[in-house]
């Protein structure tokens, strides 16, 4: 017997705040499915907000197809109301313990349905500055797997937060930031300029050298410098070859960078590419680099 489900689309959200009249600068929207890389997506998200002076959103997308485990439609439906019940409850607590303990804005928004579809529409709503989101572990073998990440940089527009485990930035206004030379849009630059407020550290940009590209990485390395008034900085620079993504990462582990800021790549490639089952540079960046990564809004 086939089974077709029906249910009533609820979204289901809380605001939990400490200080009512607070007023945020920036709205970080975390994407979370109640698992570990969700956890160290959530703890940046908070540390990033405690820079500079942020609100979280937490939103869970749960699939009927992960919820709904009987052929009857009502068992299937008491299903989908239980599963609403306990993660209600979960986020529920999970806002209000880092609400408690980091006197930070925390709301909380959960749905069932398409992952990608639902995703696409919140950010639409909520137009937030940042969205967070939790790095998988390579596999094995993938088959090009089109997941949320890459799913976001090719619908969203605006700045992406992509984090690994491992690596966190910290929330004590030291952060040390990195720059991986191309154009960076406003927005971003102006994040990046308040997450630096408070730093000392020195900022470092990194690029790979190609002859082609000097003249316009140099103009990009200026245009970055420029707002943050020449502040002290240091630039790394190495030769581009099969390499050249490991030489990135181990420079950026090396001198202790918690966060790297990019520019994003077009995603387009050509019938060869697709054919052979190429990679696109920016799929090895995030692939390859283990610091959390800002990814640039604009396309």
Avoid at 59 to 68: C, W
Avoid at 116 to 132: A, F, G, M
Wanted: net charge positive.
């Amino acid at each position: 017997m086939s089974l077709t489900i029906i249910y009533t689309k609820r979204t289901i959200k809380l605001e939990i705040m400490k200080n009512q009249n607070q007023k945020n600068k920036y709205q970080l929207l975390v994407l979370n499915d109640l698992t570990q890389k969700s956890d160290t997506a959530l703890r940046n998200a908070i540390n990033m907000a405690k820079t500079i002076n942020g609100s979280i959103e937490i939103f869970y997308v749960s699939p009927p197809q992960d919820v709904v485990k009987y052929d009857n439609q009502v068992s299937a439906m008491r299903e989908i109301a239980k599963k609403r019940i306990t993660t209600e409850k979960k986020l529920r607590d999970l806002a209000h313990l880092i609400s408690e303990e980091e006197n930070i804005p925390v709301s909380y928004d959960f749905t069932l349905g398409n992952v990608k579809n639902e995703i696409q529409h919140h950010i639409e709503k909520t137009n937030p500055d940042i969205v967070v989101i939790g790095k998988r572990k390579k596999k094995l073998v993938d088959f090009r797997d089109d997941g949320v990440t890459k799913f976001l940089l090719n619908k969203h527009s605006g700045p992406i937060l992509i984090v690994g485990e491992g690596n966190e930035i910290q929330a004590n206004g030291e952060i040390s930031l990195g720059f991986y030379s191309n154009t960076m849009d406003d927005h971003t630059l102006k994040i990046t300029k308040d997450l630096n407020e408070n730093s000392k550290t020195p900022i470092k940009f990194f690029s790979i050298r190609k002859k082609s590209a000097a003249a316009a990485t140099k103009s990009n390395i200026d245009q970055i410098k420029a707002v943050f008034n020449d502040q002290n900085t240091v630039e790394y620079e190495f030769e581009e070859n099969s390499y050249s993504l490991d030489g990135l990462n181990n420079y950026v582990s090396k001198n202790n960078v918690e966060l790297l800021c990019m520019g994003r790549f077009s995603t387009e490639k050509g019938w060869i590419d697709r054919l052979f089952n190429r990679k696109s540079k920016m799929d090895g960046i995030i692939e390859k680099v283990t610091v959390p990564l800002l990814i640039t809004g604009g396309k």
